[in-house]
């Protein structure tokens, strides 16, 4: 059983880029969640997949984006990167069975740095 | 909107000391809580849950609805267990709220 991995560890874009951040989910999980982790706070939900459809989605705006891929990967996009976007951007994949809630377990995070 | 508030960022003890790490949260519903651990170079961690109700690395909290806390406590703290912590609330979409978490520090 393989854990969730992220790719890249590190990146540095400019202010108006676009990035894209991979996930691969655990074994076994259909769930795929996203969160930002600016220094010094906790982690901040940004939004859920599930069965390839958003699942859900925290107080971010319309330039994050996702996808999520039939083997439950997982891609976060964001446009028009500004500076308060460089953060460690962490994935998380569960089993979510209806009418029960599962652990998350996350990846070890891509570290966006916005110039 | 769920909230959890962690009111200690850095929590400094001796070896051998009690710790309690502080939690508590607000939401209408039924909470499912989690205590998570990022030690130094690793990635965030499932301590424990809740619902669970395990001692994982000595490691224990109790949900008090009354005073809607959660508050993680270990009797006598290791150097190993230096680390930040973090509550977590899930709610009822199974997404987490996390508190802005505790740099737990041990002394020798």
Redesign the interface.
Known sequence: ETGVTQSPTHLIKTRGQQVTLRCSSQSGHN?V?W?QQAL??????IF?YYREEE??R?NFPPRFSGLQFPNYSSELNVNALELDDSALY?C?S?L?LAGD?????????TRLTVL | AQRVTQPEKLLSVFKGAPVELKCNYSYSGSPELFWYVQYSRQRLQLLLRHISRESIKGFTADLNKGETSFHLKKPFAQEEDSAMYYCALMDAGNMLTFGGGTRLMVKP
């Open positions: 769930t969640s969160y010094g706070q906790g982690p901040q939900f859920q699942n859900g925290g962490l998380a569960s979510w809630t599962d652990t998350q377990y996350f990846g070890p995070g």
